[in-house]
């Protein structure tokens, strides 16, 4: 069980790998800056859409203060 987790993070790091190095090899950049640079892009884009999430359920929140419905008159 545990050969057949290796076989699959050895595939996963050559051919994941090989495709930032021919990028950083094309760019004229080290194959490292490449590597950092995508995983803080998936950091950021991860940060982005928890922070738009956060928007929404902040925004309903306060529509629901601003349009609860009264019962009554006298509910003020």
Do not use: P
């Not at 699959?8 to 950049?29: I, K, N, P, S, T």
């Not at 991860?46 to 999430?53: C, D, K, N, P, S």
């Amino acid at each position: 069980m545990l050969q057949w987790v290796y076989n699959v993070r050895h595939y996963f790091e050559r051919h994941g790998y090989y495709v930032c190095a021919r990028l950083a090899d094309r760019l004229g950049m080290r194959a490292k800056s490449v590597r950092l640079f995508f995983i803080y892009v998936s950091f950021a884009t991860l940060g982005v859409w928890f922070a738009i999430y956060l928007t929404l359920a902040f925004w309903l929140k306060l529509k629901d203060l601003v349009y609860t419905k009264r019962t009554s008159v006298f509910d003020l």
